[in-house]
Structure formats: C-alpha cells, structure tokens
C-alpha cells in the first residue's frame, strides 16, 4: 500500500465579476436553447420548483393517500390552464355555434383541457377502477400504488438524469456555436441512462441526509455540488468516485460558490415580485451559466495541479477545440463528401429530370436510380455531421463513449429516393385503403355501426392517398429538413382538406366532414387536431412507412402488379363516375356526423364522486 496523500486544498482564485461576464456571454449567444433548458426543468420539476411561482407541480396526492373526493393535483399551471378552458368555453358560448374557432366540445384537444382544467383525469381513473374492483379501499389502494410507482420511476429515470442533461447542453454552449436537440438523447444515445440514474439518485439521498442537521446541510451541498457536472462530462464514472472527486474538487471553493450564490439574491427577489417570470426567462440559464464557468476554472485548475482523480475528468473537447487536423482525421469522410457535387440522377433531360429533382418521380426505377439513391442517403446522414466535422458543434465521434445514433434494424431505410409511377399507385390505393379501413373501425366504435365513409362506395378514402402523394411529391425539396417538413406538411395537408371540403359541398350539397365544435376549427372543414395529425402522420410516412412500402414494390412481380394496379385505377375511375350521379350519403356519412356518438355520450355523466348521473 502506498502512502496516503495528504488532503490537497484546491481552491481556486478569481474575480467574480469576470465570472459573471463570461457567463452572460455564453447565455447571450444561446439564449433560447438555454430558457428551454430550463424552463423544461420546471415543467418536469427536476429544478427551479422553489423558485418559480408560475409553473410549479405539487403531489400531494401521491403523499397524503387518495379519497373519492380528494384526488387531485394542484398546481398553478394547471389553474392558468383551467382558466384558458373557461375562456375557450365563453368564447364558444358566446359565439353560440358549434362551428366557432374556439369550439371545444369535440375531440381529443378538448378531452385534454377537460382533463386539465377540470383537474378530472384521477377523478375519472378511480371511477374506472371502482368500477373493475367494486370496493373504494382497493381502488384506493391500487391507485396510491400505481401513482407512487409511476412518481418513483418518473424521478429516477427522467427528474434526476435531466438535471446532468441540462449541465451537458450548458457545458457545450460554452465552447461550441450550436447545440444539437439531439443532445436531449446523450444519456441514451451513450446507453449510460441507468447508470447515471443511480448516482443520481444517490446524490439527492445525500442530500437529503445533510438536511437532518441544519448545520450539515450547505457543507453536504456544496461538497456534492460538482456531482452532475462530473457525470455530464463521463457518464461512465463509478457513482462513489463521482462522490469523492467532487468532495475533492470543492476543497477550500465552498465558501466561493456560497458566495457566488448570495450575489445572486436580487434575482430571487426580482423573481418573487414577477410572480417567477424573470427566473423563467432570465435568471434560472443566468445561474446554470454561472454555475457552469464555476465546474470550468475549478475542473482546470484541478487537473493542473494533477490533484488524485483527475484523469476522470476525461472529456477534454468539452472544454476546448480540439484542432482542425483532428477534425479532419475524424471526419474525413464527411469533408470527402463535402468536396463533391451533388448527385445526380444520369440518364435525364427536360422533363424528366425536372419531375426527378423537383417532384422525386421518375417513371420506374433503374439501376442507375438505384445507385443515385443509396450515394444520396450516405450523403444525406454524413452531413449530419456537417456542423461536427466544421467545429461547430461538439465532435461525438472524438468522445470516449460512442454514440448510438439510430437502430441498425431502420439504416437500410433511404428517404432520399425517387419513387416510381407503379409505386405512387400502389401507395395511393393502400393509403386510401387504410383511411378507409380506420374511419371504419373509428366510427363503429363511436356509433357502434359500420359506416361506409366518403363520397365513394368503393373501400376507399381517396383524401387519405391523395394527402400521401401530395407529401410526398410536393415538399420533396424539404425532405432533408424535418422540421420544416413537419410544418410544412400541416399547412399543405391543412390546405388540400380545406378545399376538398369546401369543394364537395359546392358541388353535392352535403358535408362529408364536420370539424365544428373541434379547437382551432375553420369553417368546420379543418381544425387544430387534425393538422398536427397531419404533421406527425407525414413524418412517419416520409421517412419510414413510404420508404418500406416502396421497398416491398421494387421486390413484387412487375408483370402481376402492373396489372393489378390499372384494374384498380379503372374500377376507381368508375367508381368516381358512379357516385357523381349517386353519391354515397346517408346517417353517419353526411348532415347528421355525430348522431350516434352524442347518442351514446348523453347515456350516462360520471359526476366527480363516482356516481351516474342522467346527462341534461
């Protein structure tokens, strides 16, 4: 056994004022990654619960036990969106008509704000299990099992490994221009979650221990204080040595940071006077940021001094850039495919190259299309690393632990392809098909009949296929950028549905869909929910589903497909034909929507004691 080393001091000097300076800096220059950083923290109680009057979340169910007539969670989001119900109420009083933009008597927006605002979501979950188990002490007893389950999971898994999440995104800010969202995933993406859940969940024991004794309690804090920093930077660490650098680390800089914390006193009072809404939007990433300069000038002078433990402070990149060489021996790929044009699908001119670069059709699938579309998606995920290879965001690839970017079993999925005439056939009738199928099962759930939906008699919804292709041929120019491709979709989707309405009345007189009393409707035709569908369906569709179902198509027999296809199309045509003189109408599909829906509601209203109550 060697010689125990002495305890080493390793306080550091430095100006407070120039502290704070760097740290405005670096929450100027990402300012609103960083709010959402925090104000995420807030919204999940993992931070800040204390300081924000705003949004704050208490569970006092989950402590105090459930009664039929006591559960609930309080807090003031939950009243401000309490407030915001009744006034969407109002407004559609006011309005008098189911068919005001603010309507909110109909679908799954207005079933959240009446869960919300009528804090009846638990209400309704012990009706339910009253109802299976039959006796209010077991019902109770599951649901105070349930919710602690639920509460402890939540607090392990997701409140405590946010916290080194946020030090991870503040951290990167530090140095780099641009944090990537993904950074949200760098626990799992490092496939580190479980582990650092426990330090975690060790460090708020800790300190929870040091509350025992008043006078133990800053000592216990500010000792642990590095613990989240520690971890953000190498997840790997063991929990007990994360403990014991951070006791070492804050040896003789306790005081500073007690200090540092008192400085910041004002904020605290400002924020009381705010009702928390300057912590919200200023002073809650203005003390992370602070707090993060801190972890850097103690973490340096720590490893300057070579201090024991120090080689666990391993993500050197976190902290400086590291050189364009580097960069370049790293990503040498990526700067490869930087240098070259982009690609081009051989073999076109005129109109078919417009179709194939704008619109992604081509009139079947070569050999030559084959091969532009497997170079494309390599050159499409390698400029995911364009701001990783160029310095200005952190080099994953230079990082101890690999990361996972995405399942194996999805890579083979190319998005950036071009999709034949056969392929948007098929693809038409088997989204056709399938909106025809859902608004079937959907309706005999609601009405308990079946219900041939849509103008057509054939089985098919052709707004359904109709939307597919749009999306899929129209925003082929944003295929690249998600994000835009997400809003971009709402808004086109939101469009076609309008018109194809407003059309179908014109010209039959009849209403085929009716969105009045939805939130955020227009005119009935389109509304808020749908919209988003629209948007998440699209992106599921884009970038999985189209891709697949154009794979399966490549694979099929072209000489039994193609027949098939211009069989359907004809019967369709026909069928088009048919109900332009003999509409599909009747109960269910026009005037009369929700008949048999509102039917079935107005049996029965569970009143917030359990008991039925005859609808008014």
Known sequence: MTEKAPKQDNKVSFPLRSLKRDARSNLKAHYLVFVVVCLIAVLISAEFVTSDNIIGVSTDSLTSGFTASDIRIESASRNFIGTVYSWFDQKTHEEDSDSAVFGRSKG?????????GNNSFLTHAYNTFDRIFGSEHITETVLAVIGAAAAVVFWFFIQNTYIVI???????????????????????????????????????AANTLGLVLIVTAPIVFYGL??????????????TFDAVKLSWR??????????????????WYLLGLVTLGATNVFYANPYRLTIYSEFYALVRKNYISKKSEGYELLSDKYLFVRCSPNQLMEAYSDVYEELGKPEYKLDGLSGKKRFFADKLGVVLWNTKDEIAYEEKESRRVKLLGYQDEAEGRSYPARLYNIPNVRKRPALDHIHYMRHYSLLSLVVM??????????????????????????????????????????????????????????FWSCMILCGTVEYFAGLALEMIYHEKWWDYSGYFLNIHGRVCAEGLLVFGVCGLAFIYV????????????????????????????????????????????????????????????????????LPSQ
Not at 108 to 116: G, I, P, S
Not at 258 to 264: A, H, P
Not at 556 to 561: C, G, Q, R
């Open 108 to 116: 799954t927006l207005n079933a959240v704000f009446d869960y919300v």
């Open 166 to 204: 946020s030090r991870r995104i503040i951290l990167e800010g530090r140095i780099y221009k641009k944090v990537p969202f993904s950074r949200y995933l760098y626990l799992v993406r490092v496939r580190r979650l479980a582990k650092t859940a426990v330090t975690m969940a060790i460090w708020t």
């Open 225 to 238: 204080f590095l613990i989240p920093y520690i971890v953000c930077e190498n997840p790997d660490i063991d």
């Open 249 to 266: 680390m804050m040896r003789g800089n306790k005081m500073k940071l007690f200090l540092t914390d008192l400085s910041l006193v004002g």
């Open 428 to 485: 038409f009738f088997t989204f056709s098909g399938f909106g025809w199928v859902w608004e079937l099962i959907y309706y005999y759930i609601q009405q308990g009949r079946l219900i041939n939906r849509g103008v057509l008699h054939g089985p098919w919804l052709p707004i359904y296929g109709v939307g597919g292709l749009v999306v899929l041929i129209f925003l082929h120019p944003v295929r690249k950028r998600p994000v835009i491709f």
């Open 545 to 612: 589903l189209a891709p697949l179902l154009d794979d399966r198509v490549r694979k099929w027999n072209k000489a039994v497909l193609t027949p098939v296809a211009v069989i359907l199309s004809a019967v369709f045509v026909f069928d088009m034909v048919y109900s332009r003189i003999y509409p599909n109408t009747g109960s269910g599909i026009t005037g009369d929507f929700d008949k048999g829906a509102e039917t079935v509601a107005a049996e029965t209203v569970i009143s917030s004691d359990g008991q039925s």
